[in-house]
Nanobody, 114 residues
Framework: VQLQASGGGLVQAGGSLRLSCATS????????VGWFRQAPGKQREWVAG???????NYADSVKGRFTVSRDNTKNMVYLQMNSLKPEDTAVYYC?????????WGRGTQVTVSS
């Protein structure tokens, strides 16, 4: 199982970024996937998640601004981030849950300047 996040960068407050997560291995359309982030000096926190047949859900801090989606034909998961705020600055990780185990990809840095 492999996951690789990309698409991070530096953006001004109010701007947008789309993160991508390439998946491989045993991850299929029914596999729950999600995005997490970790800001400097803080614990990793859940941002958004989705699973087959269930409406995606979001942390309150990003609800209405972020959208998670997936393209199963390309084995890709996305996080569209709009109206970015400086407090969204963090390393973002994609993750998948298989059985009782969580798999993590290498993160991508998102920096939002004020």
């Amino acid at each position: 199982v492999q996951l690789q996040a990309s698409g991070g960068g530096l953006v001004q407050a109010g701007g947008s970024l789309r993160l991508s997560c390439a998946t491989s291995g045993s991850i299929v359309s029914e596999t729950p996937v999600g995005w997490f982030r970790q800001a400097p000096g803080k614990q990793r926190e859940w941002v958004a998640g989705m699973r087959s047949g269930v409406i995606p859900n979001y942390a309150d801090s990003v609800k209405g601004r972020f959208t998670v989606s997936r393209d199963n034909t390309k084995n890709m998961v996305y996080l569209q981030m709009n109206s970015l705020k400086p407090e969204d600055t963090a390393v973002y990780y994609c993750a998948a849950t298989l059985g009782s185990r969580n798999y993590w990809g290498r993160g991508t840095q998102v920096t939002v300047s004020s």
